[in-house]
């Protein structure tokens, strides 16, 4: 190496820092945006609202579903919190919002991961005969949420509908629940992807 290219060479790792630093938006909201997936709609047997989702979004963007003619009901799943079933909660939140109860199934349970929580509303789908479901979550959680559903019940046809998150804005880098929300969603998506 040259002399004077040796005095010189300090200067790439800072040139690659600066690159990084300046074009950070760029990757921070491709690695955001790779745990979205919105499918386009079809007419469905039912929607299915995930448990989670604690600002209500899942639950409305699910009795819109419904309201718009895209599924004849919503089974809403619910862990226990304080030992009565979130799902009660949340159907109570849309009757709130001026929502019929009637439109709303709670599907209350004990599951610690989405991969339990599959098995136990797939079971349910496959006693009421569905075939096609519409998944509700919020938008970080769909493509895990999706695969969870797909790799439990290879013959149902699922389409995932993503709620908007207010732990999940598109910066979300630049808040602190928003940096949460996607550093835990990636390590469950990799665990999940290893079988863990």
Known sequence: MRP????F??????????????THPLWLGLAGRLL???DPLFRADAAVVLAGGWQGNRILRAAELVRDGWAPR???SGVYLYERPESDLAIEYAVSRGYPRQWFVGVPHRARSTQEEARILVAE????AARRVLLVTSDYHTRRALACFRREAPELEFRV?????????AAWWMSRQGRKTVLLEWMKTIAWTLGL
């Open 4 to 7: 004077s290219a040796r005095r």
């Open 9 to 22: 060479r300090w200067l790439i790792p800072l040139i690659l820092l600066a690159v990084v630093v300046w």
């Open 36 to 38: 979205v997936r919105n």
């Open 74 to 76: 919503v089974l809403v």
């Open 125 to 128: 789908l496959r006693r009421l």
């Open 161 to 169: 509908v993503g709620a908007a998150d207010e732990d999940f804005p």
